[in-house]
């Protein structure tokens, strides 16, 4: 579903790693490690049925079991888990490897795992619920809600003198750019062109509060004029900020109130109080002499210890398994989950068509064919061409650290994984899943 390289995920991946999986020799954790007990699917909050119920094959399930072990098995990760739901009931979950491979701590059904860049669908959620109150439409400019961007610039080149060119904006992008990674900004995350290494270099990020960070992206040149091309970057954090304006609480709050408190996900946060920190899993890298898993260091290490001022929307958040199973859940379920609506239908299928223009569309389908993009959200236009076996109309996203979700509303199929390595898009377990998943489902009937 490539699924991942469209995430956090992949630019680090090209930042720090190279594109490729570890060999097996250079892992130092092959021995084969000891499963933990795989978690009751009543414990995940959600009703479970048994795979034939619903149409799968329990012994073809096995086969995704074996197969997310193996990347145990050969180091690769310290632990997996993935959780499988059909028709809103749990039909299948599994946990395997460490939550620490220092001290040995195994992975729990409540361990907390830093999502990234899947906190783009909860912010996007957030903004669906202001759009849901008329607070905003698709086709008004961003001016409308941060006048400040009026006044940004697009780079042009760099001048004989080595100064950057730059343009006024021809238009303000619209909202609906702005949720499709199309109005124009960048994210600095791969630092290989002029504009990119401008923002990875700006205090954006460091900054106290989003009004703030707002400010010191108005300074920055914008990587292409509105609705030229698909460019991932900055803005689901200027959405952040305008559900902030909009709601007049702050980010974290606005979820908390509005997403996680009605859905009873316990454990999601822009922090991990003291209380909790046992649970964290602890973050990895690999090492890109050597190849192996190692604990992780520099700048994608967010501190947890209190709630952040400038809160980002686009990759801030810890969640659990059962935390995230029920928010995917309730996207499934049509906006609504244990008589609890957070969106409307129609507003779930809004979030998850596509949403670019001919122009855009194609240069993202030149990088992911078969693909669209939503709101906040990557799309499955095509299988066959996607090359997979998910459903039409498939929505996703990913997060830097490996964790992974699709919600399938033509087979009505919500699968999750969870692993905790920077960088871990090169082992491709999004994809390698969703084949394993599908090819258990036998009977897509019942």
């Given at each position: 579903?490539?699924?991942?390289r469209?995430?956090?995920t992949?630019?680090?991946a090209?930042v720090t ?7 097996t ?6 021995r ?22 619903m ?12 197969g997310?072990d193996?990347?145990v098995d ?13 028709h ?5 979950s ?18 907390l ?16 619920i202001?759009y ?9 400019p961003?001016t ?6 009026a ?5 042009k080149g760099l001048?004989?003198d080595?100064?950057p ?11 609906r750019?702005?949720m ?10 791969v630092a ?8 990875q270099?700006?205090?954006m990020?460091r900054?106290g ?37 909009l ?6 709050d ?7 408190g009605?859905l009873?996900?316990i454990d999601?946060?822009f ?6 920190r ?7 890298m690999i ?21 952040p ?10 969640s ?7 928010f995917?859940?309730?996207l ?19 979030m ?23 709101l ?22 990913g ?22 390595v ?5 082992y491709r377990l ?6 394993l ?6 009977d897509?009937?019942?």
């Amino acid at each position: 579903m490539t699924i991942w390289r469209k995430s956090l995920t992949a630019a680090l991946a090209v930042v720090t790693l190279a594109a490729t999986a570890p060999a097996t020799s250079a892992a130092p954790w092959s021995r084969k490690a000891a499963p933990a007990a795989a978690p009751a699917p009543s414990a995940l909050g959600l009703p479970t049925a048994t795979p034939e119920s619903m149409g799968f094959s329990s012994e073809r399930l096995a086969r995704l079991h074996a197969g997310m072990d193996a990347f145990v098995d050969r180091g690769y990760v310290p632990g997996v888990a993935t959780v499988v739901i059909r028709h809103g009931r749990i039909v299948d979950s599994h946990i395997y490897g460490k939550a620490d491979l220092t001290t040995g701590a195994p992975l729990t059904q409540d361990t907390l795992w830093r999502m990234y860049s899947q906190t783009k669908p909860v912010t996007g959620v957030a903004m669906m619920i202001l759009y849901e109150e008329g607070k905003w439409r698709l086709e008004d400019p961003v001016t409308k809600y941060i006048p400040e961007f009026a006044g940004l610039k697009v780079f042009k080149g760099l001048g004989a003198d080595g100064k950057p060119i730059l343009e006024p904006i021809a238009r303000s992008a619209t909202m609906r750019e702005l949720m499709t990674h199309t109005a124009g900004f960048a994210y600095g995350l791969v630092a290989d062109n002029y504009v990119d290494k401008v923002y990875q270099e700006s205090a954006m990020q460091r900054q106290g509060s989003l009004k703030d960070a707002m400010g010191v992206l108005v300074t920055l040149p914008m990587a292409h004029q509105p609705g030229e091309a698909w460019k991932y970057s900055v803005a689901v954090d200027v959405q952040g900020y305008i559900v902030e304006k909009l709601s007049g609480q702050t980010l974290p709050d606005f979820m908390q109130s509005r997403i996680f408190g009605p859905l009873g996900m316990i454990d999601t946060a822009f922090l991990v109080p003291e209380a909790k920190r046992g649970r964290l899993a602890s973050l990895y890298m690999i090492d890109r002499e050597t190849r192996a898993i190692k604990p992780a260091e520099g700048f994608m290490i967010i501190p947890m210890d209190k709630v952040p001022g400038a809160a980002n929307g686009g990759g801030g958040l810890v969640s659990t398994m059962a935390d995230y199973s029920r928010f995917a859940a309730m996207l499934a379920g049509g906006g609504q989950l244990d008589g609890v609506r957070i969106l409307s239908p129609s507003t779930i299928r809004l979030m998850a068509g596509n949403h670019l223009t001919d122009t855009t569309l194609a240069t993202y389908e030149a990088r992911y064919p078969g693909h669209g993009f939503g709101l906040d959200v990557d799309v499955i236009m095509d299988p066959a061409k996607a090359g997979t076996t998910a459903g039409v109309g498939s929505f996703s996203w990913g997060g830097a650290a490996g964790t992974w979700f699709w919600v399938d509303p033509e087979n009505d199929v919500v699968v999750l994984g969870f692993i905790h390595v920077l960088g871990g898009s090169s082992y491709r377990l999004d994809d390698r899943s969703a084949t394993l998943v599908y090819q258990a489902l036998v009977d897509p009937t019942k």
